[in-house]
């Protein structure tokens, strides 16, 4: 296998050839710590590259293989973590001056499964700061660069996650997602990422954007990859208040049945409004893929789903609540940009963020009625492609309406799924969604799609 | 939400936000309170304000 085609190579591959002994943990590290040092300084997806550690991480992978025994898919396998997972004796900055020099004592809950697992770290992937600000020019950390298009954002707030492994540099990563942070890196990088059941992967050791609606999860190249990374993440967690006790389900087994007989809802308010043709276009020929593939495909209505601005409500009043004592200390660490969005949130009534969270309840409700009478639902994951860098730091731009929020309103699974690419050759996406803890029926659904076209096999000239 | 109700806000707060930015704050609140201001409370049901899923519920009522 070439070098270039090992840099893309899925967990399942890599998994096989480090079983058969025709690949070490080692030369795999080094390989995509040689590619990341290439490449790294024009996409800036790494804030910290733990070189040493990935090699000892390695090192211990390899003396697990030759022992024998060990199950996990992930043993060997280089992954890395946005910024505002804790890692323990590491800098773990959230994108924020405010935290530049934070080395933490303890590891997050997920970061220590996936390393119980057997992965290998190759460091912290930048993230937006504190997952809501946006890297301005002169920003402490630069802002990451989508690998389709240097002059383009690669989305955010995981920006670090998706343009690592769009540009081949892991082969895992973790995201996290308060409002789209997992999905819309996902749908500009061309690349898969999941926002879990709200409860189903620990928050503890994740610095906190909004308690009600932070979510996080696993990013890859492809829907069976984010299959084996969820399973090493999911499951019960006493020390996140929001843990789920629900049984963790087989994630991978359940990919290959397909999606004949399946019930596929598209809601077509909302999630049409603003939206580019490219992405239309590319979204009605995939939901066409999935009627060939035997899944039948019916509109659906959710009455309330206008009231899906709720989400940036809650987001904001929450934010502000975490983050207010260091805005009223600290206001000049705080980027421009981020620290007006969070003073926003202090300017919200306690009146108006209990009816955001009644606005939440209902919608919750009539999701779940919908998904009585079907089994998922799709619809596009952003309504047009990833925005120039000029667009976004122009003063006038505005906070973009996503596709994604109502997902983290109701806590549902969502999957972001590669589905075409613009004319002018940026990946567009589909978002499947399915019902609480039901992440088997999403993966199966975005597995079957995606391994009938050919969108995941395409990669940026870098 | 004019941009006098948002200096009330501020004021209320003790909140302070550039001059020059104060639209753009305004545009913020104004778009995420648009179905807050245009709910009618009284056609909503009682609700918990967080989000989680009954293990043993789940099943049947997809997490209501």
């Given amino acids: 296998m070439a070098a270039e085609d090992l840099s893309y190579a899925t967990i399942r591959e890599l998994s096989s050839r480090l079983r058969r002994g025709d690949l070490s943990p080692v030369e795999l590290t080094r390989a995509t710590l040689e590619r990341i040092e290439r490449l790294d300084p024009q996409l800036h997806a790494f804030v910290t590259v733990t070189a040493d550690r990935a090699l000892a991480d390695a090192k211990a992978a390899e003396a697990a293989l030759a022992r024998g025994g060990h199950a996990s898919p992930l043993l060997g396998i280089p992954v890395a973590y946005k910024d505002i997972y804790a890692t323990r004796g590491i800098l773990t900055t959230g994108g924020s001056a405010l935290l530049a020099d934070w080395v933490p004592d303890a590891d997050a809950t997920c ?160 999630f049409f409004e603003g939206i580019d043709v490219e992405v239309e276009k590319a979204f009605e020929q995939a939901l066409a893929m999935l009627r060939q593939l035997g899944a039948s495909v019916q509109d659906v209505q959710i009455p309330s789903i206008q009231a899906a601005g709720a989400n940036m409500v809650i987001m904001l009043s929450e934010a502000f609540a975490y983050h207010e004592h260091d805005l009223r200390m600290h206001p000049e660490r705080f980027g421009e940009i981020l620290r007006e969005r969070l003073l926003a949130g202090g300017l919200i009534t306690a009146s108006e ?46 906070f973009p309406r996503g596709n994604t929020s109502p997902f983290n309103l109701t806590g549902l699974p969502a999957l972001a799924v590669p589905c075409g690419f613009s004319s002018s050759g940026l990946p567009l996406s589909i978002q499947i969604t399915g019902r609480p803890f039901d992440e088997a029926t999403v993966l199966r659904v975005g597995h079957t799609y995606e391994q009938a076209t050919d969108w995941h096999t395409r990669h940026p000239k870098v | 939400m004019t941009l006098e109700e948002l200096r009330d806000r501020m004021r209320a707060a003790r909140i302070e936000i550039p001059e020059h930015r104060l639209e753009l704050v305004r545009r913020l609140l104004t778009d995420a309170l648009q179905p807050i201001h245009a709910l009618d409370s009284r056609a909503v049901r009682t609700l918990e304000p967080a989000v989680t899923f009954d293990a043993e519920r789940g099943r049947d009522d997809h997490g209501r």
């Fill in chain 1, 353 to 398: 963020y209990v009816q955001a969270q009644r606005l939440r309840a209902r919608l919750r409700g009539e999701m779940a009625d919908v998904l009585h009478t079907v089994d998922v639902l799709a619809t596009p994951t952003s309504p047009k492609p990833a925005p120039t860098f000029t667009a976004v730091y122009d003063p006038e731009y505005g």
């Fill in chain 1, 111 to 270: 970061v220590m499964r996936l390393q119980r697992a057997g992965a290998v770290m190759l460091g912290k992937l930048i993230t937006h700061e504190f997952a809501f600000g946006i890297q301005f020019p002169g920003h402490r950390f630069p802002a990451a660069k989508n690998p389709w298009d240097l002059d383009r954002m690669p989305g955010g707030s995981s920006s670090g996650s998706g343009a690592a492994l769009a540009a081949g540099l892991a082969f895992g990563a973790l995201g996290s997602d308060t409002g789209g942070s997992i999905r819309g890196p996902a749908s500009f990088c061309g690349i898969a990422g999941l926002k879990p059941t709200y409860g189903r992967c620990s928050r503890a050791g994740v610095l906190t954007l909004s308690w009600s609606l932070d979510h996080t999860g696993p990013m890859a190249r492809t829907v069976e990859d984010c299959a084996y990374l969820l399973e090493a993440l999911a499951g019960w967690d006493p020390t996140d208040p929001a843990s789920s006790r629900e049984p963790v389900g087989d994630y991978v087994t359940p990919l290959g049945r397909g999606v004949r007989g399946l019930r596929v809802g598209v809601p077509r308010e909302f």
